[in-house]
């Protein structure tokens, strides 16, 4: 049988199948767009504060100054998996500055080096000009791995007036006063986490040129934050023509070994930064004095015409970057005296939250920034550049956090900053980019493993055991990167060994992966591994 439909049933399934078609369509272009809007982000979008986010930073007993980050950053995204950061900050680190001691206790301390060198019976100072220019008087023990330890936050007073009267050697004003006092030497602080390095010993102070010990002081509170009569950890060091360094605010019973009237040399250990005395933080007071026991400051400039004493004198403003850092919270810095909590971590999972840290010291306005993210493949993950408006911050920080994708690629990443023409990098992983095996045989462990990633050019392999001794002393280091298969020997059988492999760069861990095996003399035809 036939059916015939009237015209107006006909207009009406016509229309019903045009619908049909446009809704498809409607849909089609859609999802088209929303794919283009997610993951293809064409052209590129560049981010800038608004006007409007005025961050301000306050952490007790530090001068942190409060920055409008529309003033400091803007930042041009790669990548569609985010527009903004999930999280930025920071602010400038000061330690406040304090006397480092009375014009009394200084005469004390004068009368004391004067017996003492009487008492010794040192020759007086032949009329030389001292020839051995000075060393720089810190240094970073092995295993620091920061870029940079130390800030400068005070020069030498050449303006005798006071109060609030100033001048350094460069006719600048990075130096204090107070209505009774003015700063008679060079100060260098650590940094970044002060606190930490000191508790660590990872900055030590060491002899700026050769000499007699003339005075040492040791065990005494190390933990001052502001002004106070108590007294410092120490020792003054005095030279061939007379001059003397003093070495100020040491860390308690890290003061030299050596005693009073013995010598040291150039670039000896003489103690670990601290803050003993009175002092605001960790930092080394260091303090010229001539043959008289006058005030000399080591740095020739405009307004100290003098030849500089030091073997290379480092610029007024030494703008560096000292440590990059990735971690899964922005650092802390709590009231002094109380450790920071840096947050650091180098190995996430997709889906983290990552953030990534930047420290400067002597930073100043107009410095350009250029930092990037850059994934196992080398493609952009986040690129952002910037600059500050302040015009000068004596150590500083600013971070911003990224989250990953739940997909976000397996393997090494690299964070890499371009500042005052010079690059930085920080290596870090997501996922399992290390997969270790262990395969158990008579008194030996097979070690075997995959990488999914690039290593740096520069890392080797540490492999760590805990377990009764075997042929090879835990760690073994210095393993080449292209190393896959390694075998200990000479273990116990039966006896379990937790075994951890690390890619290291410049002796920080990149990656790690663990495993736990038993040797025996069985034949076993599968690994005997737990993870």
Not at 13 to 29: E, T
Not at 64 to 72: C, M, N
Not at 250 to 261: F, L, Q, Y
Not at 481 to 488: A, I
Request: with cysteine; glycine share 8%; net charge neutral.
């Amino acid at each position: 049988m036939q059916h015939k439909f009237s015209p107006t049933w006909k207009f009406v399934l016509n229309l019903i199948l045009v619908l049909g078609i446009l809704g498809i369509a409607l849909q089609i272009a859609h999802e088209s767009r929303a794919v283009r809007a997610q993951d293809i982000f064409s052209p590129r979008p560049t981010l800038t504060f608004p006007g409007s986010n005025s961050l301000s930073v306050f952490t007790p007993n530090r001068d942190l100054k409060p920055f409008s980050a529309s003033t400091i950053f803007s930042a041009t995204l790669f990548t569609s998996q985010e527009i903004t950061p999930t999280d930025s900050g920071g602010g400038e680190y000061k330690l406040p500055n304090v006397p480092e001691m009375t014009d009394q206790h200084r005469r004390e301390i004068q009368q004391e080096i004067d017996r003492n060198i009487a008492r010794l019976g040192l020759p007086r100072p032949p009329k030389i000009i001292f020839n051995t220019p000075l060393a720089f008087p810190l240094q970073a023990v092995p295993g620091l791995n920061d870029y940079g330890y130390h800030g400068m936050s005070a020069f030498v007073d050449h303006n005798s007036a006071r109060p609030n009267q100033l001048l350094d050697w460069a006719c600048g004003t990075r130096t204090y006063d107070t209505s009774s006092f003015n700063h008679t030497g060079t100060d260098f602080f650590t940094w970044p986490f002060g606190w930490n390095k000191m508790d660590n010993d990872q900055v030590q102070i060491v002899a700026a040129a050769p000499g007699t010990i003339v005075l040492k002081q040791d065990g005494n509170f190390d933990r001052s934050c502001g002004m106070n009569s108590n007294p410092w950890n120490g020792v003054v060091i005095r030279h061939a023509d007379g001059s003397q360094i003093w070495y100020v605010h040491m860390k308690k019973n890290s003061v030299t070994a050596k005693s009073v009237g013995a010598t040291v040399v150039q670039g000896e250990y003489l103690g670990i930064v601290g803050s003993s005395g009175s002092s605001t933080g960790p930092h080394l007071h260091f303090e010229l004095r001539d043959a008289g026991g006058n005030g000399l400051d080591p740095y020739a400039g405009a307004c100290n015409n003098i030849s500089s004493w030091w073997s290379a004198q480092r610029p007024y403003y030494d703008s560096a970057i000292n440590s990059l850092t990735t971690g899964n919270a922005a650092p802390v810095f709590p009231s002094c005296p109380n450790p920071e909590t840096s947050n650091n971590k180098n190995q996430f999972n997709p889906g983290d939250t990552i953030y990534f840290t930047i420290y400067y010291r002597d930073q100043l306005a107009g410095q350009t920034t250029s930092a990037t993210i850059f994934q196992p493949d080398g493609s952009v993950f986040r690129s952002w550049s910037g600059s500050s408006s302040v015009a000068h911050y004596s150590a500083s920080y600013w971070y911003r956090a990224y989250a990953l994708s739940a997909n976000a690629p397996l393997g090494i990443w690299k964070f890499q900053v371009i500042f005052n023409g010079q690059t930085y990098t920080h290596n870090f992983s997501v996922g399992d980019a290390l997969y270790l095996r262990g395969r158990p045989a008579n008194r030996a462990i097979s070690l075997d493993w995959d990488v999914y990633g690039n290593l740096p050019a520069n890392s080797t392999w540490q492999i760590t055991y805990v377990g009764v001794p075997g042929d090879q002393a835990s760690p073994i280091a210095g393993i080449t990167n292209s190393t896959r298969v390694y075998v200990l020997t000479g273990l116990t059988n039966y006896t379990w060994y937790t075994i951890t492999l690390s890619a290291m760069v410049n002796n920080v861990p990149i990656m790690t992966d663990t495993v736990s095996v038993m040797p025996t003399e069985m034949i076993v035809d599968l690994p005997f591994v737990a993870k």
